[in-house]
């Protein structure tokens, strides 16, 4: 077993001169930094006084679980032997908010769009979506279920046929 440690920085830069002063005095925009890469730009969603030009929370957890299923997937998927040339997903996911102001997502459902090299690999691409599932480290950390919808297509002589 191997640990493995992550570090990032959050500044906060909505102060507007003024602070938390009141729930509408104050900016939720804040800029999440890695050394050796590109800023994000983050605030909390429109809803919530945030910048909707700008990345939030709940963008980014949904982001994280799509892309910790892309790349279990292609690691199962070459494992196997299954040939992946290309991948999309259109994520949904649902926040419930509570009357305290807190709240919790209830689910999410990736809808991947697997192109495979050939027919024989057509059933085993789809099998291996499990498979990906349960090593995704961020899908295994939260509380809620990733559901999945996925969509085999197949590339033959230069032309993509659906599942």
Known sequence: ???HHYALR????GARGRGTVDY???GRDHVL???GKSDILGSADRPFRGDADRWNPEEMLLGALSQCHLLSYLYVCSDAGVVVTAY???AVGTMVQTGDGGGHFTGVILRPRVTVADESMRERALALHSDASAKCFIASSVNFPVEHEP???VVEAGVQQPA
Do not use: G
């Open 151 to 153: 969509t085999v297509l």
């Open 88 to 90: 999309e997903d259109d």
């Open 1 to 3: 077993m191997f640990d």
């Open 33 to 35: 930094s890695v050394e």
């Open 24 to 26: 509408r005095s104050y």
């Open 10 to 13: 959050t500044v906060w830069t």
